[in-house]
């Protein structure tokens, strides 16, 4: 019983992990899209700090809000 109890647990683990991670890479591209310029190249190219740190944050919020509807 405590076996599969902690395989569901487990299994209930990886799939809400992966959902997490595929919702905030889907946000990433919506937010790619919503901006006029190029956010790879942006951050990659030209090392423009001040998007990365938005960049982080949207990313931030966006795994804090996925996390919360996750978890209720």
Do not use: H
Request: charged residues 15%; glycine residues 6%; aromatic residues 6%.
């Amino acid at each position: 019983m405590l076996e599969k109890l902690a395989l569901g647990d487990l299994l209930a683990t990886i799939v809400y992990s992966m959902l997490g991670i595929v919702l905030a890479l889907l946000s990433y591209r919506i937010f790619n899209f919503s901006v006029p310029f190029d956010l790879t190249k942006e951050l990659e190219d030209d090392q423009n700090v001040a998007l990365g740190i938005v960049c982080g944050a949207m990313m931030l919020g966006v795994a804090i809000i996925i996390a919360a509807a996750i978890s209720s």
